[in-house]
């Protein structure tokens, strides 16, 4: 049997090893049915379905994930009023905006919110330079079930003071009340860290649990989302390997003989015939060069010889000394140095005598041009 045959034979088989979803693409049918004819056994490939029905079958869907605490509707009033931050605060007005605060600290005692809302929005009017007065309505909002009013004040004194705890405090239980469990869980960390009290432990002790159960849910489903697309990958890889395999493309012995960019110095006839061959398997055209040391245009040619292999690296240069190869000179019938043959699949198809380095360079464009 040819061995070039042979060798790419090899070639198959070792990538059906290695990859034996291969034996499932249509193109490859004919092996398959061979194999399973000698009673061999091919794995089930799932892939050999469309790519349509195993994308629906792969559909990741997240389960919905079971909370503890309780959310409630996110209130909808229109938005409490604002202090007017542009305003040039005066020593009267912030006399002023203290009374009312007192007087908002007093109706929260008696659990007059309402009122104390008046009294703080009051203060807020007189003072809207202050963070505290902004940080002490939405922990009132808080109070009354009220937390999209509560973030606003909260964002409105964070704004001023990004150190306020109270403020970080109030938007994180009035996000706990919305069900945010991350942002809250971020908001009452930070408050704590600035001013810790008991209540935010106890917001923290319910919120924390969920935190947990929302991240270990996100990784469980990310690395769902990566197994697939890694399916996905795989599964493009095989087809394309199947699609596209050449035995002369997946050939590492042939390319391991060859040195792309060099010329490579022959000393034995079976060096000659393995690179012959190994050029032959990746379908390369061969220049084989024969010269001599005592040959002063072979020492003129040299040097172009070896620029010539620099500049065209799916040409494989090889040089044969006939005073060590006599054999392998006269085989080739070679009368004169320089002499340099160009060898397609193991056979002669052109040649150049002499040290015509134009006629070299020309050939070698030509016979490139035809693979």
């Given at each position: 049997?040819?061995?070039?045959?042979?060798?790419?034979?090899?070639?198959?088989?070792?990538?059906?090893?290695?990859?034996?979803?291969?034996?499932?693409?249509?193109?490859l049918?004919?092996?398959?049915?061979?194999?399973?004819?000698?009673?061999?056994?091919?794995?089930?490939?799932?892939?050999?379905?469309?790519?349509?029905?195993?994308?629906?079958?792969?559909?990741?869907?997240?389960?919905?994930?079971?909370?503890?605490?309780?959310?409630?509707?996110?209130?909808?009033?229109?938005?409490?009023?604002?202090?007017?931050?542009?305003?040039e605060?005066?020593?009267?007005?912030?006399?002023?905006?203290?009374?009312?605060?007192?007087k908002?600290?007093?109706?929260i005692a008696?659990?007059?919110?309402?009122e104390?809302?008046?009294?703080?929005?009051?203060?807020?009017?007189?003072?809207?330079?202050?963070?505290?007065?902004?940080?002490?309505?939405?922990?009132?909002?808080?109070?009354?079930?009220?937390?999209?009013?509560?973030?606003r004040?909260?964002?409105?004194?964070?704004?001023?003071?990004?150190?306020?705890?109270?403020?970080?405090?109030?938007?994180?239980?009035?996000?706990?009340?919305?069900?945010?469990?991350?942002?809250?869980?971020?908001?009452?960390?930070?408050?704590?860290?600035?001013?810790?009290?008991?209540?935010?432990?106890?917001?923290?002790k319910?919120?924390?649990?969920?935190?947990?159960?929302?991240?270990?849910?996100?990784?469980?489903?990310?690395?769902?989302?990566?197994?697939?697309?890694a399916?996905?990958?795989?599964?493009?890889?095989?087809?394309?390997?199947?699609?596209?395999?050449?035995?002369?493309?997946?050939?590492?012995?042939?390319l391991?003989?060859?040195?792309?960019?060099e010329?490579i110095?022959?000393?034995?006839?079976?060096?000659?015939?393995?690179?012959?061959?190994?050029?032959?398997?990746?379908?390369?055209?061969?220049?084989?060069?024969?010269?001599?040391?005592?040959?002063?245009?072979?020492?003129?040619?040299?040097?172009?010889?070896?620029?010539?292999?620099?500049?065209?690296?799916?040409?494989?240069?090889?040089?044969?000394?006939?005073?060590?190869l006599?054999?392998?000179?006269?085989?080739?019938?070679?009368?004169?140095?320089?002499?340099f043959?160009?060898?397609?699949?193991?056979?002669?198809?052109?040649?150049?005598?002499?040290?015509?380095?134009?006629?070299?360079?020309?050939?070698?464009?030509?016979?490139?041009?035809?693979?």
């Open positions: 049997m040819d061995p070039e045959r042979v060798a790419q034979l090899k070639q198959l088989v070792g990538l059906c090893k290695s990859n034996p979803a291969l034996l499932h693409d249509p193109s049918g004919f092996f398959k049915d061979y194999l399973q004819s000698l009673g061999a056994r091919v794995p089930e490939q799932s892939s050999s379905r469309s790519q349509k029905a195993e994308d629906e079958e792969d559909e990741i869907v997240e389960s919905d994930l079971e909370l503890d605490g309780d959310v409630i509707d996110p209130d909808d009033d229109p938005p409490q009023k604002m202090g007017d931050p542009s305003v605060v005066s020593e009267e007005s912030r006399d002023a905006a203290q009374l009312s605060k007192s908002a600290m007093e109706a008696k659990g007059n919110l309402d104390a809302i008046e009294h703080l929005t009051e203060a807020i009017l007189l003072n809207p330079s202050s963070a505290i007065l902004y940080a002490t309505r939405a922990s009132v909002f808080v109070k009354m079930m009220k937390p999209n009013a509560a973030v004040d909260a964002d409105a004194a964070l704004k001023i003071n990004p150190d306020s705890a109270k403020g970080y405090k109030s938007r994180g239980m009035a996000r706990a009340m919305l069900g945010q469990w991350e942002a809250a869980a971020s908001d009452l960390h930070l408050a704590s860290t600035l001013d810790y009290d008991e209540e935010i432990y106890s917001v923290l319910k919120v924390e649990p969920n935190v947990q159960k929302i991240e270990e849910h996100r990784r469980k489903y990310e690395r769902l989302r990566k197994a697939r697309e399916r996905k990958i795989q599964h493009e890889k095989n087809h394309q390997s199947a699609k596209a395999w050449d035995p002369r493309d997946e050939d590492p012995d042939s391991a003989d060859l040195r792309d960019g010329v110095s022959v000393h034995s006839s079976t060096e000659l015939e393995k690179a012959l061959k190994a050029a032959a398997n990746l379908s390369r055209l061969v220049i084989l060069y024969f010269t001599a040391t005592w040959c002063g245009p072979c020492r003129f040619m040299a040097p172009v010889y070896t620029s010539l292999a620099e500049k065209n690296h799916k040409v494989v240069f090889l040089k044969v000394d006939i005073d060590e006599g054999d392998v000179a006269r085989h080739w019938n070679v009368s004169s140095v320089p002499t043959f160009f060898v397609k699949n193991g056979k002669e198809v052109d040649k150049v005598i002499g040290a015509d380095k134009n006629g070299l360079e020309t050939k070698i464009s030509q016979h490139m041009g035809k693979q």
